[in-house]
């Protein structure tokens, strides 16, 4: 289950840094970007814990 959370992040900022050169698609650009850093402060949190 992490590493899927890691791919969706990782892919989520892809999108977001693809549109934002694109300037394509306004406010979903950063509803991307912030879901993409939520899932990646997860990924790290968890990932501490487990330690």
Same mark, same amino acid.
Not at 10 to 29: C, E, H, N, P, R
Not at 36 to 48: D, K, V
């Given at each position: 289950?992490?590493?899927?959370?890691?791919?969706?992040?990782?892919?989520?900022? $892809?999108?977001?840094?693809? =549109?934002? $050169?694109?300037?394509?698609? =306004? =406010?979903? $650009?950063?509803?991307?970007?912030?879901?993409?850093?939520?899932? $990646?402060?997860? %990924?790290?949190?968890? =990932? %501490? %814990?487990?330690?």
């Amino acid at each position: 289950m992490g590493n899927l959370l890691y791919i969706v992040a990782v892919i989520l900022i $892809i999108l977001w840094l693809i =549109g934002f $050169i694109g300037y394509s698609a =306004g =406010g979903l $650009i950063h509803i991307l970007l912030v879901i993409a850093i939520i899932a $990646i402060l997860l %990924r790290l949190i968890s =990932g %501490r %814990r487990a330690v």
